[in-house]
């Protein structure tokens, strides 16, 4: 059963498993089966009677989506994976894959994160709610692996990108908000683009191929307790990130920064070397080109532009 199959990253994912030879993958879809609620859990299991559960369903966006929805992303996020893992243990499932999220770290962890930083302060406040409902996903996981011997893992993937993407203004990250606005500026000769933050804070980005690669290969081949990094092992400043999708989307105008924005975490690159050991995972495509298939697929298949160019922000996650 994959949580979020239909999505971004699930869609990747069920290519992936399909390829290597699940029998069958079986995606429950929101309109069919709430995952918030106990009930709605029970029926998705009932329906798939899984051996194997990879959870990447999950209620999130950038910074002001965050901002906009702490309750309701700490409750979503608390709730699907809560009631998913405690279903599984009723049924003796044989494993449970946990996707969390960069975000758990603690605001001023020194880069790059090492997973025992994980739990030495409290994350970015925008970031907080989602995060720590995430990360109490790993307690859950650890205490079920004492007590009740369910093989639970648990992945912590970088900020991802990549074809497919949500472009959306209000609740998209930071790369297909760039997109998006570098694009509708350059189509409409606007002068400048305006971003949120300074650009002093620092991401780093996985192209969403290479993190379905990695869900897989742990699926197949990780099963300890401890939180494992998913990442590319680079890092780039949000000033340099705008810069170089303006020049592949071919926007020459102005940059122009919001200081009264956030910027989220100050910096953020992960510690990699335990996916390689675990599980032999490294990442493989290069943050330009893997920028230069983004745009190239936004322009093919992305949403038609329903805002001012040159308006409004593109946030920071």
């Given at each position: ?27 429950p ?5 709430d ?28 910074i ?9 992303y ?19 499932i ?8 960069v ?15 994980l ?18 996903l790993?307690?859950?996981l ?5 007590q ?25 990250h930071v ?13 409409a000769?606007?002068g ?12 780093e ?5 290479d ?7 742990a ?16 890092e ?29 975490q100050?910096?953020?690159c992960?510690?990699t ?24 697929w ?8 329903k ?11």
């Amino acid at each position: 059963m994959l949580t979020g199959g239909a999505g971004f990253l699930g869609a990747a994912v069920r290519c992936r498993l399909e390829a290597a030879g699940a029998a069958e993958v079986f995606v429950p879809r929101r309109c069919d089966f709430d995952l918030t609620d106990p009930r709605g859990t029970a029926e998705a299991y009932e329906q798939a009677r899984p051996d194997t559960v990879i959870h990447l369903a999950a209620e999130v966006g950038g910074i002001g989506a965050n901002r906009d929805n702490p309750g309701r992303y700490f409750y979503a996020n608390m709730a699907m994976g809560l009631h998913l893992i405690e279903e599984g243990r009723k049924r003796e499932i044989g494993k449970f894959v946990q996707v969390g999220t960069v975000c758990s770290y603690p605001k001023h962890t020194p880069v790059p994160f090492v997973e025992e930083d994980l739990w030495n302060g409290y994350p970015e406040e925008t970031n907080a709610p989602y995060g720590i409902a995430k990360k109490a996903l790993l307690v859950m996981l650890q205490a079920y692996r004492e007590q009740y011997g369910l093989n639970g893992v648990y992945l912590m993937p970088v900020n991802l990108y990549g074809p497919g993407d949500n472009f959306d203004l209000q609740s998209s990250h930071v790369i297909p908000a760039l997109i998006r606005k570098c694009e509708a500026a350059r189509i409409a000769g606007a002068g400048h683009v305006c971003c949120w933050g300074t650009g002093s804070a620092s991401r780093e980005f996985l192209y969403v191929d290479d993190c379905a690669d990695a869900i897989v290969a742990a699926t197949e081949r990780f099963d300890a307790a401890e939180p494992v990094n998913v990442g590319a092992h680079s890092e780039i400043t949000i000033k340099e990130l705008t810069e170089l999708i303006a020049r592949l989307t071919g926007f020459d105008g102005r940059l122009e920064w919001d200081p009264s924005k956030p910027d989220g975490q100050p910096r953020r690159c992960l510690e990699t070397t335990r996916a390689k050991e675990l599980f032999g995972f490294e990442a493989s495509t290069p943050l330009e080109e893997g920028l230069e298939r983004t745009i190239a697929w936004f322009r093919e298949a992305g949403p038609e532009e329903k805002t001012e160019a040159g308006t409004g922000a593109a946030p920071v996650s």
